[in-house]
């Protein structure tokens, strides 16, 4: 990218209302980005060819337009576009066309913005890589020998690379933080409620929420306005009013405080570690108090999650025979069709999860792991609610480490599920959690810091994650 | 936590797997289960059971009036199945041979 | 002994919405395959279900009318199995936390309690060809109540009765129209058969494809005889589910019963606990309809009508409206019971009309009845008059005289007809007057004949009396 094009989707609104450019070029520029890259980072599963008009963009922006009026996003493989393929990174959804919309992308488009593509996900949402993408791996733009994180790494690694001014990814255990993590880039889960789900293939119900990848705190904060409010079709969405995320971004963070675990950033690395108490230092400086607080064992959260999610997937997933949609498998009965089906068309992550939620839920079993992990949940949720009394938001790492290399966790399921470790909690307690990129290991990879706040809580996030930014000199969001 | 129980797993998933990847998989369920086993040690048996009960989540509303909107064009509804005769989806049947 | 019949019934009913119970498809019948459905009630990956309120209004009132206690916050439960006719492969039901719970319905004298009831989706439908299965997802998603009863039936015709005072009470709550033949009422029956007083009941047997209200009677006395001699011959007994082939009028095994079916319920996620307010609930309460079996009770007590009127006339809550409509009209409940449970009801059943739409106002009927009660009308005068009030729509007054058929009262023109009669008949006067005094019975008929049929019949007699009296 050329020094004075902009590099943030708010630099890129200002020039479009300012007249220095118009949203033809940006999306130019971003095909010419994508035509470069995107194929070494496999980020897209399929991307708006040129000839694809976006409606409503010649001359600038209205009065009073979204920021996001005339720019180009990316929407992750799990989030129905009518007439596009939606494969959720799966074979067995390879070539689906969904015949409806979800609601998100009728907001997007609403506030001016178009799609440039859909992107590359780990099955399902089940991953913390995007190794487990049907159509290969993503990469990471930072280190193409590493991971993007999963499972929005697609996602991640088009807005890291410049190849989407925004993107909505999927958060289920931390899927569109850790992602974000890895590729250096602001994600947000917002509180469980606040963003529709009608249109998202669900992983588990209970835990899933659509949030919005950003190349800054704001860009997020303006993505999350435009999308985030109560839809009639999803009956678990919240009514709360929005309030104003984009000005919390802007804000003086003086006076707020920020709690940590009393015990140290722990499970880390020594870089995460540096760069978490750089970014401490970074917050006191702002008029921020740090203070302690204590959170739940991150094992016994990592298991609650474990148990809760393949339970719901399991369900969820049932949907999946072969009948209605999706590649059916030859079989001389229905039963034959449905087991074949899935046995082709699932990977073997998948397969395990759906395994593992069958065991916990059935009868004999369901007491020792489905109960208890609930009732795990519950107090989870207290802890978490019991340390936000003291503070108004929780710092932690958003993973115990940057982004692995490609093929470092494939072995061990539960190698792979402990890079979840930091973000299940927030999910668990159905909280919103902000990754902000922070700074690079010794490697020049990407760290980032997670704060996490009570329900609703999302403008007190921007505020201080846009002073994590500030302090630290990423605010001109440094891409690869 | 063995392939006996896996296959027993299986027919409740809709699942079908070979004999390797069976062993493969309940091997790594077994790691995953006595990770889950962690859960025992931590709750105590009269915590409240169920997921969260926040406060904010009252407001969600969660119902609607009994209003017709307009159902999707069969087209549209069969547009992903792999076989139909326009009008129906078509399966194998349930017993070889057809007849239930 | 007879060992003892133990019998539950899972009846479904489809409830009376005009849209589905987790989308706004309409929940209708008969319409083209597939051209009723969404990306919810299809299952389609991403959509959501949203409760209808209009469904848990009607199950609601449902429940309050038979008596049970309602949960105030109850929970939707996935149930999750296989099935074609499965658009998620799990059912959106409640399983721990229903929403009522207990409840009675009465037959005759006999009470039965319930165990539940609850909401949930209902499947779409598979039809079997030759070498395929064709689904048609219309009716998924249709809202169903869930009716459990405790296992206090002893026989197909309690089960046939059952059936019959649910189908009632439905109409009157205007909740379903609870017809079997077109399945928007569905039963499944539970029978285990008691060897002895005291005894352990035996293996359950669940019966399916029961679907005539006969039919449910027929299956379960077969299978209770099936079971006793198989119990008689000392042969096995398993837990199973059979069909009943009402053809062959037998039932046969459609698959055994594992010891537990292993549907892994758990709480549905996409939708927040269920709230019932209790105000709402209290208004539900205070708009319920006169239930049937009250207003039965009240016709035989107040009324003083006999059983079986009672019964046939709160069959249908029109019906029911009909006759009462006419007791404001014509103070005399049993003429006017006898008219709708006669003639009303016939020509409702020829035309195949409901009472609703019956095409002569309860008052003119009233009117015409005052006829009758009045003597000035035979009752079968008055049903022919009638026939012409609904085949052409005229009003009693008008119909009565366009058939000129009103009883002839006057003095004034029989006493000529009778004095003629007489004349023409003095073989007969003078029997009379040797005393045979049943001739003037004859007499009188011969003048009813030369009226046509049309004198007062009490006149002419008191006039054909003083006559032969005076001379």
Not at chain 1, 74 to 102: E, H, T
């Amino acid at each position: 990218m050329s020094g004075s094009a902009p590099t943030t989707l708010l630099a890129a609104a200002a020039a479009l209302r300012g007249g220095e450019t118009t949203a033809a070029a940006l999306d130019a520029g971003l095909r010419d980005a994508a035509d470069a890259r995107a194929g070494d980072l496999n980020c897209f599963t399929w991307r708006a060819a040129a000839a694809d008009p976006f409606p409503g963009c010649e001359g600038g922006p209205p009065a009073g337009a979204s920021p996001l009026w005339g720019l180009g996003g990316a929407v992750k493989a799990n989030i129905c576009v009518r007439g596009r393929v939606a494969d959720c990174g799966s074979r067995l959804l390879a070539g689906w066309r969904p015949p409806y919309q979800a609601t998100v992308v009728g907001r997007l488009r609403e506030a001016g913005a178009h799609l440039v593509g859909a992107t590359v996900m780990d099955e399902f949402g089940m991953g913390s890589s995007t190794e487990h993408a049907a159509t290969g791996p993503a990469r990471n733009p930072h280190d193409p020998t590493r991971v993007p994180g999963g499972s929005s790494g697609g996602a991640a690694a088009a807005v890291a690379a410049g190849l989407a001014w925004f993107a909505l990814g999927s958060d289920t255990g931390g899927s569109v933080r850790q992602p974000a993590h890895c590729c250096g880039v602001a994600g947000l889960r917002p509180t469980y409620g606040r963003i529709s789900r009608h249109g998202l293939v669900a992983f588990a119900s209970s835990l899933d929420q659509i949030g919005p990848l950003a190349r800054t705190v704001a860009d997020c904060a303006a993505v999350y306005e435009a999308v985030a409010g109560h839809d009639a079709a999803d009956a678990t969405s919240l009514r709360a009013p929005l309030g104003a995320p984009l000005d919390a971004a802007g804000r003086s963070a003086a006076g707020l405080t920020v709690g940590v675990p009393r015990g140290g950033p722990t499970p880390a690395d020594a870089d995460t570690v540096s760069a978490f108490e750089a970014s401490m230092e970074a917050l006191r400086a702002a008029g921020v108090t740090v203070t302690d607080i204590d959170l739940p064992d991150p094992d016994i959260m990592l298991a609650a999650y474990t148990v809760i999610a393949a339970a719901e997937v399991s369900a969820n997933l049932a949907r999946f025979d072969g009948a209605v949609y999706g590649a059916r498998a030859v079989g001389d009965t229905y039963a034959d069709m449905v087991a074949r089906t899935r046995a082709e068309g699932f990977g073997r992550e998948v397969k395990r999860r759906i395994l593992l939620g069958t065991y916990v839920l059935s009868a004999g079993y369901r007491d020792a792991y489905y109960e208890r992990a609930q009732r795990a949940r519950r107090r989870v949720a207290a802890a978490y609610a019991a340390a936000l009394s003291a503070c108004d938001a929780i710092a932690t790492p958003t993973a115990p480490a940057a982004a692995f290399p490609l093929g470092d966790k494939l072995d061990d399921p539960l190698r792979m599920y402990r890079s979840d470790v930091h973000t299940v909690g927030p999910s668990l307690s159905g909280l919103p959690a902000l990754t902000v990129p922070t700074g690079r290991d010794r490697d020049g990879l990407p760290l980032s810091l997670q704060l996490t706040g009570p329900a609703l809580g999302e403008e007190t996030l921007f505020t201080l994650g846009a002073a994590v930014e500030a302090a630290r000199g990423e605010g001109g969001g440094g891409g690869p | 936590m063995d392939a006996e129980l896996i296959r027993r797993l299986e027919t409740l998933a809709g699942l079908s797997c070979a004999p390797d990847e069976r062993e493969a998989l309940s091997r790594d369920l077994r790691g995953i289960v006595a990770f889950a086993d962690r859960l025992a040690a931590f709750v105590e048996e009269d915590a409240p059971a169920g997921g969260p009960d926040d406060p904010h989540r009252a407001d969600t509303v969660g119902v609607r009036a009994d209003r017709p909107r307009p159902s999707l064009p069969r087209a549209d509804a069969l547009s992903g199945a792999a076989a139909t005769d326009g009008d129906h989806v078509l399966t194998p049947p349930l017993r070889a041979g057809g007849g239930r | 002994m007879t060992p003892e019949s133990v019998i539950g019934l899972e009846v479904h009913v489809r409830l009376r919405t005009r849209t589905k119970i987790f989308c706004a498809c309409r929940n209708a019948y008969g319409a083209p395959p597939n051209s009723l459905t969404c990306p919810v009630c299809l299952g389609l990956p991403g959509a959501l279900p949203v409760l209808n309120k209009a469904a848990v209004e009607l199950a609601l009132r449902l429940g309050l009318a038979l008596g049970c206690r309602v949960r105030l916050r109850s929970r939707f439960a996935r149930k999750c199995y296989f099935y074609p006719d499965l658009p998620r492969n799990y059912q959106i039901t409640q399983h721990d936390e229903p929403l009522c719970e207990g409840g009675r319905l009465e037959i005759g004298d006999r009470e039965i309690t319930l165990e539940r009831i609850h909401l949930e989706d209902d499947a779409g439908r598979m039809l079997d060809r030759a070498a395929d299965q064709c689904l048609d997802f219309n009716r998924a998603g249709a809202p169903l109540a869930e009716i459990v009863t405790r296992p206090d039936l002893r026989s197909g015709e309690e089960a046939r009765l059952f059936l019959r005072a649910l189908r009632r009470l439905l109409r009157a709550l205007d909740v379903c129209d609870g017809d079997m033949e077109k399945g928007s009422l569905r039963c499944d029956a539970n029978i285990s058969l008691r060897p002895a007083a005291g005894a352990k009941t035996g293996p359950r047997v669940e019966l399916k494809n029961l679907n005539t209200m006969r039919g449910v009677r027929r299956a379960l006395d077969h299978e209770a005889a099936r079971q006793a001699t198989r119990l008689a011959a000392g042969r096995p007994l398993v837990p199973e589910t059979r069909g009943w082939d009402a053809r062959r009028g037998e039932t046969f095994r459609m698959r055994l019963k594992e010891a537990s079916s292993e549907y892994r319920y758990f709480p549905e996620p996409d939708l927040p606990p269920l709230v019932v307010d209790e105000d709402r609930l209290a208004s539900i309460r205070r708009a319920l309809p006169e239930l049937p079996a009250n207003r039965e009770r009240r016709y035989v007590a107040a009324l003083g009508l006999d059983a079986g009127a009672a019964a046939t006339l709160c069959e249908s809550p029109a019906l029911a409206a009909y006759f009462e409509a006419m007791t404001r009209a014509l103070d005399d409940a049993s003429a006017c019971a006898n008219w709708v449970t006669g003639e009303v009801l016939r020509i409702c059943r020829e035309r195949t009309l409901n009472a609703a739409a019956f095409p002569v106002l309860p008052g003119e009927a009233a009117a015409l009845l005052r006829r009758v009660a009045g003597g000035r009308l035979s009752l079968g005068a008055a049903k022919s008059v009638f026939a012409s009030m609904v085949a052409e729509g005229l009003t009693a007054a008008a119909a009565l005289a366009r058939a000129d058929l009103e009883l002839i009262a006057d003095r004034g023109a029989l006493a000529p007809v009778v004095d003629r009669v007489l004349a023409e008949n003095p073989d007969q006067v003078a029997s009379w007057r040797a005393g045979k005094t049943g001739v003037a019975d004859w007499l009188i008929g011969r003048v009813m004949a030369a009226t046509g049929g049309r004198a007062d019949p009490a006149l002419v007699a008191g006039i054909v009396r003083a006559r032969l009296a005076d001379d």
